[in-house]
């Protein structure tokens, strides 16, 4: 099955069915770089012979990755979605598909800071719409996917990321930022724009989704063991 | 088996069937969307909802498989408010533009909305609209009208193997697209039109030209390739306004390739409609009995061996046979049929039949192609041969130059007779798979006998078909494809010359004097002698026609009645859809008056006499249907495998989309040829 590559007759649209401009700039082409390289062989490892396909998310993931190393846009362009396909032997068709269903894998350009801010119930309930406020200015944006003018974010709007618990919260790139009001909001954009990377996590003093002002049971001297019976672990990242 | 009872019909069906198909069994009509019985099951429409006994909820019926004593009920109140509500959903994002859609009449939609739907809609919102996409110069879109069955999806990964066509995004946002915005690259991307069940999916040449009801629909046989292809001809008026495949599992299951169905158009341009005949260098229009005296009088002296016919790829039996009873009467053996100079062996048949079958590819378990390009030679029998290989187990072995990708696994196995040697030497890895196969296929292309060693070719791939046990008396793996639709029948007829008589190329550079060509553009008209007199009975103004000293219009093939035989030895019936233009005439009736003026009238005044003419020459022409047959006497043809050349084979088909005098007429196989055979690079977006 050879004869997956495009037929390159693009673009022969008769009048009222041509091809929809495109709304922003695909490169030319794509290629692997080294680190994308070594971890292509890791990944498609995993695979029995035959079922490299099953790669295809991983490798849609990779590409955003590499992407963001070289232009700083995290986006997958529709030339590596057919170096993609070239890699995993599928028909370019089956990776344009998985691309474009899943919200996670960019096909157009984002800004350097992709900014994921859930609205749904408990952050809205939580004051989401201060945090959207916020980006939007800070930002300089008027609304959800738009750039903004420098290029350094995205605002999207997503549903719940699964961190009621530390509503509202947004997902910047890959880290998520809890606990957020209008103010940390501000201060956390402006961070990154100043090119720092504040620490992710619930942006008030709160230790994981653990009680605000720390704990209300288990009050006692923290001893050699927990209350659990087991040797007392503290974790240590997030 | 599993016994099911049906609205207390009780039926039984294989296991493993679908409560769907036991639903069929019993006579129920289920209506359906996504289900195609050719294609995988998708189960996305829920339109098939049926309540089963002990289930909680109404059931999916296409993709629920049976079970012994089920008690299936397909027209309760519950299943009828299923329907309803489905047809509802359906209806919100379809628009209501049935005035002005092709599918208008012919739409299951529209049908079942009838049949299933409710009287009303409640849906008083906005609906989703979706851009048109570009899927080439013969599939015209509404995507607005999709209700993503998936079907067209379903069939060019599966029964096409052109996966190029895909549901992006999801949800509301869903649309079927390649994506990329470019034309499919399928010869069988016609059938995506009649199996969408919605008019998203629409004929472009045919757009906005006929509602189905004011059509005449005449069953014929598609002759734009040698696969036999059972047709539909659909006119109005004098006019072929669109050809769609008629269902015969045994040859083209549903499906025809989309030069058959697309180069109707061809039958309206550069027509022959009236004789011509040159005189003093330039053509004039005659009369007939003009032009029959003319030639009456050419022919007055000449003698019987200065004189040939050759017959075209697109010709009937009848004509073919009344040529060749004319040319005996005139005293001339130089018959031929071979304009390609394809070496065959005629003396028995087997020997240029697929005589396989079509429907036995089926039951193959190994290939090998030998000068061969099925895809561009017979789509339908390739996406046979696909269909076999998605069942696994079917090593296929090609021996030819590198073509287009033939849409399954292929071994190459070399591109010259050498490896047809190696094969039959057993040096070859590829042996050992035809060796272990119990029912392997050798199947020759024209790019392996039109040419000097093609008779050592078919000699050497009978050997090898003998020697791997490609031929058992309840086992024909001998196989022979053609492109020409007439050719077979002409073999059958005997339309070569007999020893002594002159061949096709004996007949060029002044071998006859008087040269009468039945349709036969292909020969390369310039080779002709400068003296030779040529008579071109025919239907388009082609190569033929333009060399022609006299000009006799013909009927093309949806205009008379006629017989066909294709690829595998198949006679099959045709019907005469409308009645060919101004003076053209049926071909055979053309000879038959002719016949006449020159004092040899041929024996025959009406088609059933001729259709027993036929039977007298070939009893095969009497025959009805093609049963299945083994190989008993296993002496090859006429050949020497040892001789065989050195040349690499070429390609029968350079151009799919221009290969016969229709063709090369019709704009719509011209924009094809243009968009996907020559494509213009452009820069990328």
Redesign the interface.
Known sequence: ????A?????????P?????P?THE?P?SFTFDAQSEAEIGRILAKYPEGRQASGVMPLLYLVQDQMRRQTGSAWIP?VAMDAVARRLTM????V??VA??YLMFNIRPVGRYHLQICTTTPCWLRGSDEVVAACKAVAGVSKFEEMSPDGMFTLTEVECLGACVNAPMMQVNDDYYEDLDGDSTRRLLEALKRGETPPRGPQIDRYNSAPVGGRTTLLGEVGERSADGQPDRHPDTV | MAKVTVDGIQVEVANGSSVLQACEAAGKEIPRFCYHERLSIAGNCRMCLVEIEKAPKPVASCGYPVMDGMVVRTDTEVVRRARRAVMEFLLINHPLDCPICDQGGQCDLQDQAFSYGSDHSRYAESKRAVQDKYLGPLIKTVMTRCIQCTRCVRFASEVAGVPELGATSRGENMEITTYVEKALTSELSGNMIDICPVGALTSKPNAFTARPWELNRTDTIDVLDATGTNIRACARGAEVLSIQPRTNDEVNEEWMSDKGRFSFDGLRRRRLDRPWLRVHGRLQPVSWQDAFVAIARRLEGVRGERIGAIAGDLCDAESMVALKDLMTALGSGNVDCRQDGAQYDTSRREFYTFNTGIAGIEEADALLLVGCNPRHESPVINARIRKRWLAGNFPVGVIASPGPDLTYGVELLGDRPSALTALIEGGAGFTEALKAAKRPMIVVGHAAIAREDGAAVLAAAWALASAVGALTPDWHGFNVLHHAASRVAALDLGFVPRPGSRSVAGMMSGGVDVLWLLGADEIGAGRIGPDTFVIYQGHHGDAGAARADVILPGAAYVEKPGTYVNTEGRVQIAFGAVFPPGEAREDWRILRAFSEVVGHTLPYDDLPAVRRRLAEVNPVFARQGLPRFGASDLSGPAGNPAALGNAAFGNAIHDYYQTNVISRASATMAECSRILVHPVVQAAE
């Open positions: 099955m050879s004869g997956h495009s037929a390159e007759n693009i673009g022969h649209g008769s009222g069915h041509a091809p929809a495109s695909q030319s529709r028909p370019p068709i089956r344009y598909e474009t269903f």
